[in-house]
Structures are given as structure tokens and as C-alpha cells.
């Protein structure tokens, strides 16, 4: 234990300032480099001071700032704009440690495929961002380190696992950074931190790593920024690289739609209602903002039971048996005795109910035929990102009793799944804060290839209800 590890840590944290990021987004820093105004590497070194200044938020996994890898080309949209990678997605000459303490990794010896993919926009990568172990937890709160700290309040959850992106964007280090969503992984943290965070459709994006193995592939790589546009322009500037022909082009995005839609609404989850409070009163705000906008807005009941998320949990232990029995593939020093008691409670569930693997299987793949007959008459659906606003840390620890930690993961991650099963897009706007100042997100959601309507959506709400900023509030709550 340090000396100063009694001393609070501010309420809130943030590193925005006078330099060369200013309070700018990704396309107005692409803007300026085009321009000949600031070079990438004078972005880079701000970003990398910036990410010094806030190291308390426990953010950033692997530092590359004397050596960030700058673009080759000078053609990308977003074209030295400074980023981050998730620890889970190898970058040539960086560690993948998977938010793991079973092994410390060497530098990976080359870029996988949605690296380049990632890296075709041109943007400079100053290092990785934490996550949970393998992703599995829906807050990183590693017990062999430090918790990443949301940087609107310090003693609470940023969400995972694309956490450590989510704080570092929120906090203004970098305006964009790489996330993957294999059960809400984006959209959960973008809720937490408010952020933008798109999920786009299943085989969007280059598949590599271990999606490419999975029996379904519930992951989707995307990023986390602070502006609908800057996700837009990415959207566009990745599909640029490849693009999937089996699925409907997206484009440039550049604002809402004037077409009129019919919009569904899911107010409650496979539980039962959502309960009053700051997430539903951010669900249905959004609702009169639609409508005011002529939208067509239908309250609909979630197509599904207990049994979908039982058969989502099932399938996430299969993923724990399957890392923990092969990680010597991952890293040869990997050893099982030290993954964390989230990850063995959950190779643990699968093993009880291994046999029930193939029924497992088939429920998750009917789902997507069971969400188009409910969903697909729909433009698009409104539903709440989170079943309540982020948890202080330690809620969600992977030290708390693993039967009692996944009780508060189904009350707590109960929409976002859906769209992982089902190969769906959505995509997580904030929606305002609550009393407490903490953000709060809402969740658009549509059939797949779908992702053109849900940016246009998003814009709309980002006009209307102006998004947060944690710059543009005190440093301290009241």
C-alpha cells in the first residue's frame, strides 16, 4: 500500500485543457491536421499528457507514449486523430494481456486483421485500455490491480469491459477509442461514462481473434467517443477498408433522417418492469423527443424470456471453460490458478450443465428469427442501456460470491445481450444525468444491417438534448 492511499481521490477527474486537443472531437482534430494547424505527433503528445494527468482513473492497460504507433498512410478520415486499443485486440509491437493476471504477455508479433482494419482511419495508437479479465464482467475491477474509476464520479463503476476506453474518452484524453461488444461491452461503459457507443451488426467489421472461433460470434468491434459524428465518421472510414457485401452499406452518416419512422419502446426487461427512476424517466424523455419529432412511438413487450438469458449465461460459461482449458494458446506461461473467481464461477456453471450445450446453442440461434417477427416491423426500438445506473465499485467485483454477483448481473446488464445474440445493431446516446451527476444512456436498437437508422436517431436525440460534458461541469459535486 502507498503512503497516499488514504487520501480521497477527487469526485471528479478530467483532463481537458488549453493544448493542442483542446475540447475538439475527432473530426474537427482530423480537420486541423489536414490543415497543416497541429501535426499527429504534437496530438499525441498532448493525449499522452493528458493520460498521465489522470492516471488515478486506472485506465490505461499498456503506455506506449515514446513510441505511439503513428499511421503510415496520410489518406484516413481521421488521420492522426490519438487513440487507444482494448487489451483484447493485438497491435504489432504491443502486449495483449486480456485484462488477465494468468499471464503477462510479449509484444504481439503482428496486427490482427480488424487492427488494420481500425488503422486504415489513420488515427495514432498511444498504448491499450484496460478491461476486465477476457472481457467477461460488465465492470473492470481487476483484483490483482486497481478499479477503473469513472471520471464523472471516482468511486463508481465506468462499466466494462470496454471501460478503460470509456474513461479515457470521457475524461478527454483521447476524443475516440477502440471497443468490442460481445454482450454490451460498448454500450454499457458509453452508458456509464456518456459517451456514444454503436454495437454494429454481426460480420460488419473484419472478424479476427477469437471471434473467428466462436460456435456464434456475439462480438462486434467498434469505438466510444463523445460525439455522434465522430462515430459516424469512423463507421465510414472503417467500411472504406472492407465491407461486408451480405449486409446493406451504411455510408456517411451526417444527421438525422426526415422520414418518419415507427419506433418501438421496451420499458421492461425478462424480470419484469423497469422500476421508477433516473433510467426510466431517460427512456421515456427520449420517447417525447421522438415524437415531438413525428415519430411513430408503440410500447412493445421484449420478445423474450428467462430461458434466452439463461441460455446467454450458459454460453458465456463455454467461453470461460474454453479460455481457461486452451489459454496455453493464448500465452504458453498462461496459468489457470490465477483467472479470477468471475471467470471460474463461470467455467463452473457451463460444466454442471455441459450436456445442455447443444440446446444452448440452438436457443441462441432462434432468437435472431424471434426478434425479426417481434422487432423487424419496426424502424428501430427504444430501450433502456442499463437496468439502473451505474453501481459504486466494488458492486460489481469479481470478489464478490459469484451466485450473488451474477444475481446483480441480470438486474444490471439485461438489455444489452439481445443484440449480441441476435447479430442486431444498437447503439448507447446519453440521456442526462442523474441527481448525483452520474450519466445515464438510453439504447437504440434495429434489425440487422440497420445502422445507417440508428446514427440518424442518435443525431436526432443529440440535437435535441444536447449531451453532457464532464468539462463543462464543476469539479466537484455538490
Excluded at 462499466?159 to 461488444?181: C, F, M, Q, Y
Aim: charged share 20%.
Amino acid at each position: 500500500m502507498t503512503a497516499d492511499a488514504h487520501i480521497p481521490l477527487p469526485t471528479r477527474v478530467h483532463a481537458f485543457g488549453d493544448d493542442a486537443l483542446g475540447d475538439h472531437d475527432a473530426i474537427a482534430l482530423a480537420a486541423l491536421v489536414r490543415d497543416g494547424a497541429v501535426s499527429p505527433g504534437e496530438l499525441a503528445a498532448a493525449a499522452a499528457a493528458r493520460a498521465q494527468q489522470v492516471e488515478q482513473l486506472a485506465a490505461v492497460a499498456y503506455p506506449s507514449y515514446t513510441k505511439p504507433l503513428l499511421a503510415a498512410q496520410r489518406t484516413g478520415a481521421l488521420h492522426g486523430v490519438p487513440t487507444f486499443v482494448k487489451d483484447n485486440t493485438d497491435v504489432a509491437g504491443m502486449p495483449t494481456n486480456q485484462g488477465t493476471a494468468a499471464f503477462r504477455a510479449l509484444p504481439a508479433r503482428a496486427h490482427s486483421g480488424y487492427t488494420r482494419q481500425f488503422l486504415s482511419t489513420g488515427m495514432t495508437v498511444l498504448g491499450k485500455s484496460a478491461m476486465p479479465e477476457f472481457g467477461f464482467n460488465a465492470s473492470n475491477e481487476p483484483p490483482h490491480g486497481p478499479p477503473t474509476r469513472n471520471p464523472w464520479h471516482t468511486g463508481f463503476s465506468v462499466g466494462g469491459s470496454s471501460g478503460g476506453a470509456a474513461a479515457l474518452v470521457a475524461a478527454g484524453v483521447v476524443p475516440i477509442a477502440h471497443g468490442n461488444d460481445g454482450g454490451g461491452s460498448i454500450r454499457i461503459p458509453a452508458a456509464c461514462a456518456g459517451l456514444v457507443g454503436l454495437k454494429p451488426s454481426r460480420g460488419r467489421h473484419v472478424v479476427s481473434g477469437l471471434a473467428r472461433t466462436l460456435p456464434i460470434d456475439i462480438i462486434s468491434e467498434g469505438v466510444l467517443t463523445r460525439t455522434v459524428r465522430d462515430t459516424a465518421a469512423y463507421v465510414a472510414a472503417a467500411e472504406r477498408y472492407w465491407r461486408n457485401p451480405a449486409l446493406r452499406p451504411i455510408g456517411h452518416v451526417e444527421g438525422p433522417t426526415t422520414r418518419r419512422m415507427r419506433i418501438a419502446l421496451v420499458l421492461d426487461n425478462i424480470a419484469g418492469p423497469l422500476a421508477a427512476g433516473p433510467t426510466r424517466d431517460a427512456v421515456e424523455k427520449v420517447a417525447r423527443t421522438l415524437e415531438s419529432g413525428g415519430h411513430s412511438v408503440e410500447v412493445v413487450p421484449l420478445p423474450f424470456d428467462v430461458a434466452i438469458e439463461n441460455a446467454f449465461l450458459h454460453y458465456w460459461g463455454l467461453l470461460a471453460a474454453a479460455i481457461t482449458t486452451t489459454g496455453k494458446l493464448l500465452d504458453r506461461r498462461f496459468d489457470a490458478r490465477r483467472v479470477d473467481d468471475l471467470t471460474v464461477g463461470l467455467r463452473g456453471l457451463f460444466l454442471r450443465r455441459a450436456l445442455h450445450a447443444p440446446l444452448t446453442l440452438y436457443r441462441l440461434r432462434a432468437a435472431a428469427t424471434t426478434y425479426e417477427r417481434a422487432l423487424g416491423p419496426y424502424d428501430a426500438v427504444l430501450l433502456p442501456a442499463l437496468g439502473h445506473t451505474t453501481p459504486e465499485l466494488g458492486y460489481l467485483s469479481p470478489t464478490v460470491p459469484f451466485d450473488e454477483l451474477i444475481d446483480r448481473l441480470r438486474a444490471y446488464v439485461c438489455f444489452t445481450p439481445i443484440n449480441n445474440i441476435t447479430g442486431t445493431p444498437a447503439i448507447t446516446v446519453p440521456a442526462g444525468l442523474t441527481a448525483a451527476g452520474l450519466p445515464v444512456g438510453v439504447q437504440f436498437a434495429a434489425t440487422r444491417g440497420n445502422e445507417r437508422t440508428l446514427l440518424e436517431l442518435a443525431y436526432l436525440v443529440e440535437s435535441e438534448q444536447p449531451f453532457p460534458r464532464l468539462d463543462r461541469f464543476p469539479d466537484k459535486l455538490g
